[in-house]
């Protein structure tokens, strides 16, 4: 194996191959970073520019694409509140919080390396154990599904801020809204006004940008006039220390496992591994009081988590040739048009090419490492410059990407009324990230439990049958005792 | 006639092109997908732009529109301008859709173009079910009806239904969001059985994982050439799913012409060709005079279906 | 605060019979689901959400949330104008795009935002929102492929 890998290595630094991983981790950043373009996107719209390249070349960029692009949302996140993609929507809870204390430069670079942790630890876990992670993610049926679901949604109750009351009401908002499309077992429309655009639901990269982007934009606003405040000027260049960075070791580890585990449950995806990360790393801090008031744990933890789907994701795809999330499963395109067959037999027949995509992944994921620790001077100067200018910036990707996902103006409206909700929420003390969190999980919450109910025909006994269901609904009680111990302790 | 040919600039630039067919495409194309980004839809819509930007000497631009199962991209389509910059794939959902009163569009709506693909539907197991043949599927079936799990890729099912009113059986339908969903749900023994397209299963098929028990077509599939049909085991279920081309209602003539014939030449450029036989994605091209009989046909017999379920219930 | 929560309570509370009173004319479609049915998932979500209104309001009632003196003009004060006019501007934004087309819109969207935020050097006002707008349109069309709306002049 080792061998194997080291002739990966080989390939991956010959000049047919590394600079299609240097511009695809690059691309992937800017893909990343931009409001509404998400890795599963760039993925897409690259795929047929591979269609004349080499297997390795091809498999490469687009690998360097996707772990760019998971990372580069959190740049946004950070300095703008305005989540790149969906899996740096837990990103903003704190790092927007410790760049607003002047201190971005501190995020961006823990940010960085938490990504960097994540994504390293994910390949070797993706390199050494994935058989036994498939063989465990292909037992995940509908009631396992339903139980992570509401494991999930059970970290609203940490993530509700100042007032868990309206916390768990912003949850309740979004899980209804979750609910509005076609119904997901009869078809039936579902509080769609006759309007065929919400057919689909409310895609969340429109909510998203509504609820942290355009809404705080609204809120800037108001202040435009103000003189600028002195912390606002008083910018800190400097990046976490070495000492900090061991510190935060065990925490990154720990998330960048969870994020391996998530990401190989088809289905289960960077977001919820961001939000579960944050949750677990919350728990178990010592300081857990200090999450969400600008902490670099609450930063590493879903970074670290996020970029642990990445290796995660191709766990099943390389071992079962089924997808671990959306990006992966246009990678599983991209392996079959190279004339590639996902599954068991493509480690034993393709062995050059799957060692060379392990290895170009170790080298991806040290390329963003240090793009991201370059840029971070360069990135902070964005919060630098007068506030008359970036809002109008800040507004115009909104629209763009609130449009670009399904190119579509009606998306483009709910992303405006998602912003004056979000707006409102901010004057009323509620927080977003539990909206965000329950759009993601409601429909798998739902349509889990109702499958699970068909499959045992009407009974419920699954509740109490399937071991890692109990698991999950374990967790979720500890972690709703956890946060119902913080409330009451301060 | 330097005049003449600035008036001319300026005409078109005012009153659009449509009224100068001959300069037709003079700017991009919009193919305009009705599934998301990613999906086997918009694979095979972005391997045919590719290949159609050389026969039409304008860039073909595939924009996603996805929602309600096709409904919201094909009525979009479907309402487009009708000068030749907006072609629509469309899907056998076009087909289904009004019927269930899920869209105010039918197939009428549109312009045929041409038809590019159609798969069967294959009927998949666990290599170690205790189902070696469609017919035991079917006598476990009708011995405790509604008992046999089918994991479902698409509500309604219209595979499902194709089998259920043939052979008078009901299975107990497990709704799933698409193939990649439904695929891990039949691996990891969740469900018993299902039927998707060759293509979303083509390298589990291959490596063993899963075991295909028999192909909804009339005859066998180039592909997998030792996969028996349905009817040669002695159920005569045909059905599986197309996709094709049309373009508003209105198009001029002219302009049909020429998209007719660039996407005509790309479906049979080496490759998307290649594109498609590497996905295990079944080329069927058919013009548009063809297509049409092809999707009335089609849309009879969906209807038929529908009809008989609602007289069930 | 007290205001504003009894405010968000009431609309919470308003939003779960609404929820209930939709639910309620669910119907049946072709695929039936004998156990857990359409209306069920958004009618337990819409007592739950009720239930918690109703906690909120009682909290606020019993002097939970008397510490937050801020007053509704507080939290609205009369700054809010401009961003009653920013949205404005977005709006017609939207509403124009289909019209005028990606680049021009944008143009003017950023022209207005510039002006409503009390710009007034004419050397930024005409290069910002030009240089904006066309930077996106390089980026999201030209390189994305992205395909932003057209409007009159294929642009």
């Not at chain 1, 498939?134 to 007032?163: D, M, Q, T």
């Not at chain 1, 057919?199 to 609204?218: D, R, S, Y």
């Not at chain 1, 709910?414 to 990230?433: E, H, L, N, R, T």
Request: glycine share 10%.
């Amino acid at each position: 194996m080792v061998s194997l890998l080291l002739d990966g290595l080989r390939t991956t630094f010959s000049p047919g191959i590394f600079p299609f991983l240097v511009i695809g981790v690059t691309g992937g950043i800017v893909i990343g970073a931009l409001p509404g373009l998400t890795a599963t996107m760039g993925v897409a719209v690259l795929l047929p520019l591979t269609f004349g390249m080499e297997s390795t070349p091809a498999l490469v960029l687009l690998a360097g694409i996707y772990i760019g692009a998971i990372y580069g949302g959190s740049i946004s996140a950070i300095l703008l509140k305005t989540p790149g993609t969906p899996a740096a929507a837990a990103t903003v809870l704190d790092g927007y919080e410790l760049a607003r204390k002047g201190e971005a430069a501190r995020a961006l670079s823990v940010s960085a390396i938490a990504s960097f942790t994540g994504g390293m630890v994910s390949t070797v876990m993706l390199i050494t154990i994935s058989p036994i992670l498939a063989n465990f993610a292909l037992r995940f049926g509908a009631p396992e599904y339903f139980a992570l679901a509401v494991f999930g949604l059970s970290i609203i109750a940490s993530i509700s801020g100042k007032s868990p009351v309206k916390g768990l009401l912003a949850g309740m908002f979004g899980l209804l809204i979750s609910t509005v499309g076609l119904d997901p077992v009869t078809s039936f429309p579902r509080f769609t006004f006759g309007e065929m655009n919400l057919f689909n639901g409310f895609a969340i990269i429109p909510v998203l940008i509504g609820l942290f982007a355009l809404a705080e934009a609204f809120v800037q606003m108001e202040k435009i006039f103000e003189p600028s405040h002195a912390i606002e000027t008083n910018f800190k260049r400097g990046m976490i220390s070495l000492k900090e960075t061991i510190a935060l070791m065990p925490t990154m580890i720990k998330c960048a496992l969870i994020g391996t585990f998530i990401g190989s449950i088809p289905g289960a995806g960077a977001d919820i591994a961001a939000f579960v990360s944050y949750n677990e790393a919350r728990r178990s801090s010592k300081n857990g009081s200090e999450f969400g008031t600008g902490c670099l744990e609450g930063i590493a933890a879903p970074e670290a988590g996020n970029n642990g789907v990445t290796g995660g994701a191709m766990v099943p795809l390389l071992t079962l040739g089924v997808p671990g999330d959306a990006v992966t499963a246009i990678l599983l395109g991209a392996l079959i048009i190279q004339g590639l067959q996902p599954g068991p037999l493509l480690f034993t027949k393709n062995a050059d090419i799957v060692y060379g995509l392990f290895a170009s992944l170790f080298v991806g994921n040290i390329l963003m490492l240090i793009i991201g620790l370059l840029g971070v001077r360069l990135f902070c100067r964005v919060v630098e410059l007068p506030k008359r200018f970036i809002i109008p910036v800040i507004i115009t990707l909104s629209m763009v990407g609130a449009y670009s996902m399904n190119n579509s103006i009606f998306d483009m409206w709910v992303c405006v009324a998602f912003g004056v909700i979000g707006y409102i929420m901010q004057k009323a003390d509620m927080p977003s990230s539990p909206i965000i969190l329950a759009v993601i999980l409601g429909p798998m919450a739902e349509s889990n439990l109702r499958r699970a109910v068909l499959m045992y025909e009407g009974s419920y006994s699954f509740l109490w049958t399937r071991p890692i269901g109990v698991v999950f609904l374990a967790l979720a009680a500890l972690s709703l005792y956890s946060s119902y111990r913080r409330a009451h302790s301060s | 006639m330097k005049k003449a040919a600035l008036v001319l600039a300026l005409a078109s630039l005012i009153f659009g092109n449509a009224a100068f067919a001959a300069d037709f495409p003079a700017k991009n194309i919009r193919l305009l997908v009705p599934f998301a980004a990613g999906g086997g839809t918009d694979a095979v819509a972005r391997a045919l732009a590719a290949s159609a930007e050389k026969h039409l000497g304008q860039p073909v631009v595939v924009m996603n529109k996805a929602g309600g199962s096709g409904a919201v991209g094909m009525t979009e389509g479907a309402m487009a301008k009708a000068d030749g910059y907006t072609v629509t794939m469309v899907t056998r959902e076009i087909a289904w859709l009004p019927q269930m009163g899920l869209a105010q569009i039918t197939p009428d709506n549109f312009d045929l173009l041409a038809l590019i693909n159609e798969d069967p539907a294959i009927m998949l197991v666990r290599p170690d079910s205790k189902f070696a043949s469609v017919k035991d599927v079917l006598e476990a079936a009708k011995a405790a009806p509604g008992s046999v799990k089918f994991g479902s890729t698409a509500k309604p099912n219209f595979y499902l239904l194709a089998l259920e009113l043939n052979q008078k059986v009901k299975f107990n339908q497990i709704p799933y969001n698409g193939a990649a969903e439904a695929i891990p749900a039949l691996m990891g023994g969740h469900v018993d059985f299902t039927m998707v397209n060759p293509g979303e299963a083509i390298s589990q098929i291959k490596a063993g994982q899963l075991k295909p028990l028999g192909v909804a077509s009339d005859v066998r599939m180039a592909g997998l050439p030792e996969v028996p049909t349905m009817t040669e085991q002695g159920y005569p279920i045909v059905t599986g799913t197309w996709r094709g081309l049309a373009l508003p209602k209105g198009t001029p003539a002219d302009v049909k012409a020429v998209l007719a014939d660039a996407f005509q030449k790309a479906a049979s450029e080496k490759e998307f060709t290649g594109f498609m036989n590497g996905r295990t994605l079944g080329i069927r091209f058919m013009k548009s005079e063809e297509f049409k009989t092809f999707v009335d046909n089609d849309v009879k017999a969906l209807t038929d279906i529908v009809e008989e379920v609602k007289k069930q219930q | 605060m007290k205001k504003a929560n009894y405010c968000i309570a009431a609309a919470f509370l308003l939003l779960a019979a609404f929820v209930l009173y939709s639910a309620a004319n669910f119907e049946q479609t072709l695929i039936q689901d004998d156990y857990v049915g359409a209306a069920f998932f958004p009618e337990l979500l819409a007592w739950m959400t009720g239930g918690l209104a109703l906690f909120l309001g009682g909290l606020t009632f019993r002097g939970k949330f008397d510490g937050d003196g801020r007053t509704l003009s507080d939290l609205f004060p009369g700054e809010i104008r401009i961003a009653l006019a920013g949205l404005a501007v977005i709006t017609l934004y939207v509403l124009s795009l289909d019209y005028f087309g990606f680049i021009l819109a944008t143009a003017a969207l950023n022209f207005a935002l510039l002006l409503l935020f009390g710009v007034r050097n004419p050397l930024s006002l005409a290069v910002f929102p030009a240089a904006i707008s066309l930077a996106v349109y390089g980026v999201f069309y030209k390189l994305l492929v992205v395909p932003l709306p057209e409007g009159l002049f294929y642009f």
